[in-house]
């Protein structure tokens, strides 16, 4: 019973994780067809139980790894840096949030405008 709670717990947070690649592309999509190349974005963190430290690190180390693993494939975003907000704020290249508030700074080139229309 444990591990099945735990792979269904893992597959809940990919999907969340899912979900924040999802709204971040469609905001650079935008920010994309507007001519800029980079966004500074930011969300609540989710989480199967809200507020639960552990899920949205894991919601963030996912979301990491998706956007990484894109990166490896030649797609997506050129630079991605995380917000640690606590003073003094510094821009990081690891998954980052301040209490379930997380930022990212993402940048891509001319061609990268396809990688935002694919979910």
């Known amino acids: 019973l444990a591990e099945r709670q735990a792979a269904q717990r893992e597959t809940q947070l990919q999907y969340l994780a899912v979900q924040l690649l999802a709204d971040l592309k469609t905001a650079c ?34 979301l990491d790894r998706m956007i990484t693993e894109d990166r490896t494939q030649g797609a997506g975003f050129a630079k991605v840096e995380w917000c640690r907000a606590q003073a003094p704020t510094q821009w990081v290249f690891e998954p980052a949030r301040f209490g379930s508030h997380m930022q990212v700074r993402v940048y891509w080139g001319d061609a990268d405008g396809d990688y935002f229309q694919a979910s």
């Not at 920010?31 to 963030?60: I, N």
């Open 29 to 62: 999509c935008t920010a994309h067809a507007l001519g800029r190349r980079q966004l500074t974005w930011g969300a609540v963190v989710p989480g199967v139980q809200v507020g639960k430290e552990e899920d949205m690190d894991d919601v963030l180390t996912a």
